[in-house]
């Protein structure tokens, strides 16, 4: 527990266990007060007409309503106890949870009326010029863009790890009870090595009993270098910077002060799991990160080995080829993103040249903030004749160009990214992901 919290707070979560959950286990305090929300400074505060403006910083029923009233009348927002007697209805879509009743930049209940976050290129990435500073303006992103769709999720964990139909998809994810800031309470600021925090916890582990379902990230054993092995995890350049790296603006580069994301998103997207989404249309690509095996194996971002020879940017190096794995928020927002697939604006240190969308090129905004481009071929961003002709291990030998690229033109016309380069792709004999 962290030291100068009050003993005040401590009884008073006791009294409200016993006088509010008299039908159910309390919370853990100790976990709860390390918490973001249970913090007696700058938790969770509600701010509401009727509601008692002397409830200290960090209360439960900040969150919690036994009944709709409290003394004796109803504060806004009218209708509670949902679910759990949270004091609004928990999930009703994309943009009207619970959640975000606090957790936006206008309108909020927490006090103050507004309540500042920000994206991952932002926090790990140190991309401190982005200007999204809510977690609702993060799920509203439609095409192009994409959030992570809250329904879907809702639906996926309904009936695995102890969830059920009343869970609020959020707590997929995060553990109300426990969540902190990284950092906390600084919402302009990037990770630093000084102030970390872990708002994670990973859904196989959930318990009913938010109290046995713990943190993810923030012990030994839960990082990327603990994931990776033997093999090699190496954390991108921080937003212009090539001696400092994600997460935390740091100089480590071995992941083992980075939360291992692959464990916590394959606990959902892996090789067995059928994931419909709401946003695609259809079931989702599987993703196979773990089998090795060159071209009869899973992608090569993951532990499978690049084969040939890879052209690619500092901090990797191509001499280590075959060592990599990646983890998924090198690539992904966890939240949303105004490019499709959640893939982030800023990727190993600077920001992506366009947006990806629709584009037949458009991947290769994502590629060349790592893989080299024609820019030092033939002066040509963003275009990928070396790497597909030119260099040692290129895949195809350039003659009757019109068989691929179509006719017209010099350079001939593109070839869309996204026929050939996907999670589990292959092309020409080759695995392409
Ligand atoms: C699929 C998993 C997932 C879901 C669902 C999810 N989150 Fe997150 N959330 C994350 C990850 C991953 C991070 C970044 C963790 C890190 O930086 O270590 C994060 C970060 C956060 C942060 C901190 C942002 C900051 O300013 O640094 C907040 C607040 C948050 N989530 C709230 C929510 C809310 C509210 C919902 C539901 C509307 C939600 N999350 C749904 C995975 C998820
Ligand atoms: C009564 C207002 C309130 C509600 C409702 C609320 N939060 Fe928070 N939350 C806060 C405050 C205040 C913080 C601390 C903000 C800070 O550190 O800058 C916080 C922090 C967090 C953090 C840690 C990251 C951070 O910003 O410090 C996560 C993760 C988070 N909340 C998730 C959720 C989820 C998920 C829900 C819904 C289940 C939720 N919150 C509902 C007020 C609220
Ligand atoms: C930031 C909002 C927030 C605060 C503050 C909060 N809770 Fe919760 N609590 C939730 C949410 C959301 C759920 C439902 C989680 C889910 O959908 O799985 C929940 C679930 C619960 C549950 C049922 C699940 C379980 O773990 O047994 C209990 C009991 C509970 N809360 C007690 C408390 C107590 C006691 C406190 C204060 C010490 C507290 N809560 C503070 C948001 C909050
Ligand atoms: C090198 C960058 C990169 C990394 C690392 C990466 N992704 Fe992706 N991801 C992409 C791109 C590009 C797309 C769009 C192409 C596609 O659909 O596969 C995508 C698409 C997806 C999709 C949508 C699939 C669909 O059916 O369209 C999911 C889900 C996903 N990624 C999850 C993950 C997870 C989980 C990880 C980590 C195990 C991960 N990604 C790692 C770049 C990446
Ligand atoms: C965050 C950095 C990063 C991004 C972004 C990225 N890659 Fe990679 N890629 C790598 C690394 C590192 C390897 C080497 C993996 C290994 O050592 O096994 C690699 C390997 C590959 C390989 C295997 C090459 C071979 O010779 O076997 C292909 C194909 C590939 N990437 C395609 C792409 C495409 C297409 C994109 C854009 C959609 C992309 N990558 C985006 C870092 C990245
Ligand atoms: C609790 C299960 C769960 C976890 C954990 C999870 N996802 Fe998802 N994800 C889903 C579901 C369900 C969908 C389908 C709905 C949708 O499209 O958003 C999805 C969709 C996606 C998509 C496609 C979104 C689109 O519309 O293009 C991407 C990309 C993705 N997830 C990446 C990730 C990454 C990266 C992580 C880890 C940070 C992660 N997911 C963790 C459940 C999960
Ligand atoms: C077997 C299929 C194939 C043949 C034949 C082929 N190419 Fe390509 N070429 C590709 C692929 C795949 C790419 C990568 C996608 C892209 O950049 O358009 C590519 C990329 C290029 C690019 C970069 C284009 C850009 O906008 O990024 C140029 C230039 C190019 N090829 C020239 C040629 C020429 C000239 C010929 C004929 C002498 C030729 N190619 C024949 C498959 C082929
Ligand atoms: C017709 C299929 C096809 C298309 C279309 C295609 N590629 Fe490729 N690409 C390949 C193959 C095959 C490889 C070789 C994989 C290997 O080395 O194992 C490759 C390799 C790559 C690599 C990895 C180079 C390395 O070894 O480091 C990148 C990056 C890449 N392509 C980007 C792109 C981009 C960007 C586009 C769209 C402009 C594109 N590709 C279009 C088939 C394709």
Redesign the pocket.
């Known amino acids: 527990m962290r030291r100068g919290k009050s003993r005040i707070l401590i009884i008073s979560v006791v009294f409200l266990v016993s006088a509010v959950f008299l039908y159910t286990g309390p919370a853990d305090a100790g976990s709860y007060l390390n918490s973001a929300h249970g913090d007696s400074t700058y938790g969770a505060k509600r701010s509401a007409t009727g509601f008692p403006t002397d409830y200290p910083t960090g209360l439960c029923a900040h969150c919690h309503e036994q009944h709709a009233s409290i003394g004796g009348s109803e504060p806004a927002p009218a209708g509670g106890p949902d679910k759990y007697l949270l004091f609004n209805t928990s999930n009703v879509s994309q943009t009207v949870n619970v959640c975000f009743n606090c957790h936006t930049d206008t309108g909020s209940y927490q006090a103050g009326g507004s309540l500042l976050n920000r994206c991952y290129s932002f926090r790990a990435g140190g991309w401190t010029l982005d200007t999204l500073d809510d977690i609702l303006e993060a799920f509203s992103f439609t095409s192009p863009g ?1 959030s ?2 809250l329904d ?2 809702s639906t ?2 309904d009936g695995r790890w102890g969830y059920t139909s009343d869970s609020n998809p959020c707590a ?2 995060h553990n109300p009870h426990s969540a902190q800031g990284d950092p906390p309470n600084a919402p302009n600021s990037a990770k630093s090595i000084s102030t970390r925090g872990w708002p994670v916890s990973r ?1 196989s582990l959930h318990s009913r009993d938010n109290d046995a379902w713990g943190l993810w990230g923030d012990d030994i054993g839960e990082r990327m270098s603990d994931y990776v092995g033997g093999l090699l995890y190496q954390a991108p350049y921080r937003y212009g910077s090539t001696t400092t790296f994600e997460p935390d603006g740091s100089t480590t580069q071995d992941g083992s002060n980075l939360t291992d ?1 692959v464990s ?2 394959t ?3 892996n090789a067995t799991n059928t ?6 249309g259809g079931t ?1 690509e599987l993703i196979d990160w773990v089998t090795t095996g060159g071209e009869s194996g899973g992608d090569k971002h993951g532990k499978n080995y690049a084969t040939g020879g890879i052209d690619i940017k500092p901090p990797f190096l191509p001499t280590n080829y075959r060592q990599y794995v990646l983890s ?2 090198d690539c ?1 927002e ?1 939240h949303g993103s105004p490019n ?3 893939i982030r604006r800023e990727v190993n240190g600077s920001v992506l040249a366009g947006t990806v969308g629709s584009g037949t090129k458009d991947f290769g905004y994502l590629c060349r903030q790592c893989h080299v481009d024609d820019t030092n071929y033939s002066g040509r961003p963003n275009f990928w004749e070396y790497v597909h002709h030119i260099s040692p291990d290129h895949p195809y030998t350039p003659n009757r160009c019109r068989s691929c690229h179509g006719s017209g033109g010099n350079p001939p016309p593109p070839i869309r990214c996204s026929l050939c380069h996907y999670h589990g792709s292959s092309a020409a004999n080759r695995r392409t992901f």
């Not at 994931?275 to 695609?280: D, E, N, Q």
């Open positions: 994409a992570h769709h879907d999720i996926f964990i997929a994810c859904p994301f916590f998103c606990d959902c997207h994931i419909y989404s709401t946003t695609l989702l998924c928020t992904h966890p499709d697939y959640l």
